[in-house]
């Protein structure tokens, strides 16, 4: 079992900035894929935002490509995701993931992975 806690969501204007933490518990190893999706009340699903993988590769959706940095600090247990030019678009309840097995090109797959907090609200406004 593995226990996700996100902080750090908050409300900002566009073009600032906000840095999200997802607190790892339990059952956790440095080469577990971890990843932040976020989801709209809208939307029928959670969109990946970023991915790093148990090698530490980073992957990025379009949309915040450029923006976003995902890291995670191993002897913290702790993911990040530096959030940068916000934008009204990025409003969303931001979602940390994690799963023991590789992701490959499933990585953005939300229903692949098996651990999730319980999210945290980022609300950018213009």
């Known amino acids: 079992q593995v226990d996700l806690v996100e902080s750090g969501g908050g409300s900002v204007q566009a073009g600032g900035s906000l840095r999200l933490s997802c607190a790892a518990s339990?059952?956790?190893?440095?080469?577990?894929?971890m990843a932040w999706f976020r989801q709209t009340p809208e939307s029928l699903s959670r969109e990946g935002v970023a991915?790093?993988?148990?090698?530490?590769?980073?992957t990025y959706a379009d949309s915040v490509k450029g923006r976003f940095i995902i890291s995670k600090d191993i002897v913290k247990n702790t993911l990040y995701l530096e959030m940068n030019s916000l934008k009204p678009d990025d409003t969303a309840m931001y979602y940390c993931?994690?799963?023991?097995?590789?992701?490959?090109?499933?990585?953005?797959?939300?229903?692949?992975?098996?651990?999730w907090g319980q999210g945290t609200q980022v609300t950018v406004s213009s």
């Open positions: 993931a994690a799963d023991h097995a590789t992701m490959g090109t499933l990585r953005f797959a939300a229903d692949e992975y098996n651990y």
């Open positions: 339990g059952y956790t190893s440095s080469t577990d894929c």
């Open positions: 991915v790093i993988d148990g090698d530490g590769t980073t």
